[in-house]
């Protein structure tokens, strides 16, 4: 009996997951069977890539995920109320896709709410292997994508606060040391985040946002995701993230910004793209925006507007802040 039972316990754990996870932002999981989605009338909707100069249309069928999450009573989370000024309130303030091998991809209700979701479960009339779904936004690269879901977790907490100081990412690496071949990664050079994340954070477990030029945005946790990470830099001279602690599908390429806590470091060459982040992440910053750049002796206050069309004035600074 003890060995018909030990069997059945493994067969359990063994089989993979008959529901999706999703948990609210008071941490309670609900759990939907994979049939709930079957029950529902799917619709076909298609997506475009460029592969070699010709256009790849691919048909997919699934479910509005964002329309039916919102049908769940979670959390109004697609409802913006605008009742303080300019920023969000609401049940939570991020969702969170995870699939089957730990990747993840994390969105702001800014962002989600400007999106279109859904949930596939068949690619160009086949039906992917049992109980595997696909978050797809046809409007977004694939690499936004998430493939065999399993949680989607709904978090309440501050949204990334407003950099009290910015450092162009060139100046701060000149005084960090230069690492070939950083273990566990061989063939390349780059900064270890073990070695400069001190630098600007003493807090234990550091929250880190990380920014690349094509619009990509992650909130990752030092040392839990990024402990072992290196900043690699390629031939052409670009940062990109890669971490043992994470898929590599969530490494990124040509990162231009990156926070960690309330300092930040950035890419100067790419310096108007802080405008569009900020919009993204809600910080208030509009035309009356100022920053005040400093100098090894001095600092002046110059205006957003002026920064954005000179950027010349930042030559000889250390480093800068914005002042709303």
């Known amino acids: ?120 479960y068949s690619q160009d009339g086949e039906l992917f292997p049992k109980e595997q779904f696909r978050i797809i936004f046809p409007h977004l690269y694939s690499q936004f994508w998430v493939r065999d879901l399993q949680e989607v977790r709904l978090e309440d907490y501050q949204e990334n606060p407003m950099p009290q100081k910015l450092t162009s990412m060139s100046i701060f690496f000149m005084e960090q040391k230069l690492i070939t071949d950083p273990k566990p990664f061989v063939k390349m050079r780059g900064y270890r985040f073990d070695d400069f994340i ?62 960690c806590d309330a300092r930040a470091l950035i890419d100067m060459k790419y310096f108007s793209k802080l405008v569009p982040l900020a919009k993204t992440l809600a910080w208030p910053l509009g035309p009356e925006t100022k920053l005040k750049l400093n100098f090894y002796q001095h600092s002046e206050v110059v205006d957003l507007s002026e920064a954005l069309s000179e950027p010349m004035i930042f030559e000889g600074t250390t480093d800068f802040e914005l002042l709303p």
């Open 1 to 120: 009996m003890k060995v018909y039972l030990i069997i059945i316990i493994v067969l359990c754990l063994l089989a993979p997951l008959s529901a999706l996870v999703i948990v609210d932002n008071q941490g309670i999981s609900h759990d939907y069977p994979y049939e709930t989605f079957f029950r529902i009338q799917g619709q076909e909707f298609q997506t475009t890539k460029e592969l070699d100069g010709e256009t790849i249309t691919t048909t997919w069928k699934g479910i509005r995920f964002d329309k039916w999450l919102k049908e769940q009573k979670l959390g109004d989370f697609s409802k913006i109320a605008l009742q303080s000024g300019d920023s969000f309130e609401g049940d939570f303030a991020k969702i969170k896709f995870i699939s089957g091998d730990r990747y993840e991809m994390t969105f702001n209700r800014a962002e989600w709410d400007t999106l279109t979701c859904w949930l596939a």
């Open 198 to 259: 001190g630098e600007l954070s003493e807090n234990p477990i550091k929250e880190v946002l990380i920014y690349s030029a094509d619009g990509l945005i992650q909130n990752l946790s030092y040392p839990k995701q990024l402990s072992g990470a290196v900043l690699q830099i390629d031939e052409n001279g670009k940062y990109n993230l890669k971490s043992p602690q994470i898929p590599g599908g969530m490494w990124m390429k040509d990162v231009i910004y990156l926070q």
